[in-house]
């Protein structure tokens, strides 16, 4: 009681010795962690708003500074409207098919083990993963379904938001965004199309860089670029590939933090008509 109301500890040092010894680990633990957050290496290296980072009071206010200042914090945000947790209203094929990126990301690095964009082993390679590798079959089959389910769930969320009228004021720029991102969704699915090297690639790729060779002005140019050469070769699968596996992801991966980020700054997801 008398410790309730400050009195007991005056002048009796021994007992709040006492007390300090009788630390569990876990308080120490965490007394050690409040030291090093708020030591100035710390701080050097966590930014503001990061979790590490102490000096913000735990309030409303400061937790939606502290999601403002962070892309990822976007994406799990403090508050959401009720109405935008409802599965019934996105059909969550926006989170969907970030969800299919992540499989293609995954599924991708481990083909890339086994793949060498070259003309003389591309083909045999892939034979190779299907037959000879643990898992390949597998692994190789839920890139491919991944990337055609992606192709249908990215224009099925666009389908979405277009019935929703998501695409007006003050939502309009994410739009924007968000064809840019059909768009790289498109070019990633027609590049690796062409990474078997067979048939259907060749040709493929054939058709699509003729059709290339229509653009007005710089139609030859751009052709050329496109192949690595006069004719379809080795370059021409070397420069897909690259474009596949590094340039086509660096790029859709920064649009989808922009997209994220716009979703909240937009005030969440649109309300139901
Ligand atoms: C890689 C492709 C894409 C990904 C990963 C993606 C992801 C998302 C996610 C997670 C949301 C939150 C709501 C939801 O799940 O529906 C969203 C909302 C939105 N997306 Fe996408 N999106 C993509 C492509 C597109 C496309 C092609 C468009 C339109 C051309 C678009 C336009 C929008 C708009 C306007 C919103 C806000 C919707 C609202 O407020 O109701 N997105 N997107």
């Known amino acids: 009681m008398a410790r309730l109301f400050g009195l007991g500890g005056r002048g009796n040092g021994s007992s709040d010795e006492a007390t300090k010894e009788r630390k569990s680990p876990g308080e120490r633990l965490s007394e050690g962690m409040n030291k090093f957050q708020g030591s100035q290496f710390a701080t050097s290296i966590f930014r503001p708003g990061s979790i590490f980072r102490k000096g913000y009071t735990d309030s409303p206010r400061n937790r939606s500074y502290v999601v403002m200042n962070s892309v990822l914090y ?11 947790v409802k599965v019934s209203y996105t059909l969550c094929l926006g989170g969907l098919s970030f969800f299919l990126f992540i499989i293609l990301t995954v599924t991708g690095i481990f083909l890339m083990f086994f793949y060498r964009p070259a003309a003389a082993n591309a083909w045999g390679d892939i034979k190779g993963l299907q037959t000879a590798v643990t898992f390949g079959l597998l692994v ?11 192709v249908l769930s990215v224009f099925l969320h666009m389908a979405r938001v277009f019935y929703h009228g998501a695409y007006k ?20 699915s027609f590049t690796g199309y062409l990474l078997p090297w067979d048939q259907l690639a060749l040709w493929a790729v054939t058709v699509g860089t003729n059709m290339m060779g229509y653009t007005p002005v710089f139609g030859s140019q751009v052709q050329f670029v496109l192949i690595g050469g006069a004719t379809i070769s080795s370059a021409t699968l070397l420069r897909w590939y690259v474009l596949h596996v590094l340039m086509f ?8 933090a922009v997209h994220f980020w716009r979703v909240r700054k937009d005030g969440g997801i649109s309300g139901p008509l």
């Open 169 to 188: 004021p003050p939502r309009e720029f994410n739009w924007v965004i968000g064809v840019i991102l059909l768009l790289l969704t498109l070019l990633l």
């Open 249 to 256: 992801p660096f790029v859709i991966v920064i649009f989808m």
């Open 74 to 84: 976007h994406l799990h945000p403090v508050k959401v409207k009720r109405h935008a």
């Open 140 to 150: 190789r089959n839920m890139h491919r379904w991944a990337a055609h389910l992606m």
